[in-house]
């Protein structure tokens, strides 16, 4: 399998603030890399597929970059509504998709 | 806007066979290339894939779950539906069925349902 490990598993950061988030998978996956944001109580999101290709209706604030092994999420300026949990997901196995363990944006 | 709703008993005995169905709407579910696809998530936890199912019968499954999972469609409800047999207290999760999309090789899960929380207990 495939293991995805996100870093940090949270971060502290305030409106306004850059925020990156990492994540590497234990072998290469090309760019098959998907991000999903997850608030509490409700299922996750679609941000972005295919390493960096945003979702249509997703802010231009959030981006994502990488491949290979190595890849980004980052929210340009963070807004109110973007505190949440970010998961990174492999679609490179089809169909043994697994997600990373999840990074908690908090205040 | 595509919709997708799930259903079932909330609480299951162990070794029982737990059975939830995913009702799609604002979309046919035979209309395009997609899967119809359940992920379960333990309280507290992250994101387990369970595995697929194509309008047309095709199947693929988790290797971990593979032996006591069955899915299938209901193309006259626009429904699918997931069996998961013998289930213990380690299949307790909040199940999401999902729509999994694809551009070019890329899937992706663009749509999902609320989540349904299923307590396996006795």
């Known amino acids: 399998d495939i293991q995805m490990t996100q870093s940090p598993n949270s971060l502290s950061a305030s409106v306004g603030d850059r925020v990156t988030i990492t994540c590497r998978a234990s072998?290469?996956?090309?760019?098959?890399l998907n991000w999903y944001q997850q608030k509490p109580g409700i299922a996750p999101k679609l941000l972005i597929y295919a390493a960096s290709s945003l979702r249509s209706g997703v802010p231009s604030r959030f981006s994502g970059r990488g491949s290979g092994t190595d890849f980004t999420l980052t929210i340009s300026s963070l807004q109110p509504e973007d505190f949440a949990t970010y998961y990174c997901q492999q679609s490179y196995t089809t169909p043994m998709y697994t997600f990373g363990q999840g990074t908690k944006v908090e205040i | 806007q595509v919709q997708l709703q799930e259903s079932g008993p909330g609480l299951v005995k162990p070794s029982q066979t737990l059975s939830l169905t995913c009702t799609v709407s604002g979309d046919s579910i035979i209309s395009g290339s997609y899967y119809w696809t359940w992920i379960r998530q333990p309280a507290g936890q992250g994101l387990e894939y369970i595995g697929r199912?194509?309008?047309?019968?095709?199947?693929d499954f988790n290797p971990s779950l593979k032996s006591r999972v069955a899915m299938s469609v209901d193309t006259s409800k626009n429904q699918f539906s997931l069996k998961l047999t013998s289930v213990t207290a380690a299949d307790t999760a909040v199940y999401y069925c999902?729509?999994?999309?694809?551009?070019?090789?890329?899937?992706?899960?663009?749509?999902w349902g609320q989540g349904l929380l299923v307590t396996v207990s006795s």
């Open positions: 199912v194509y309008p047309y019968g095709n199947t």
């Open positions: 072998q290469s996956i090309a760019s098959f």
């Open positions: 999902a729509r999994e999309g694809v551009v070019g090789l890329a899937y992706y899960h663009d749509y």
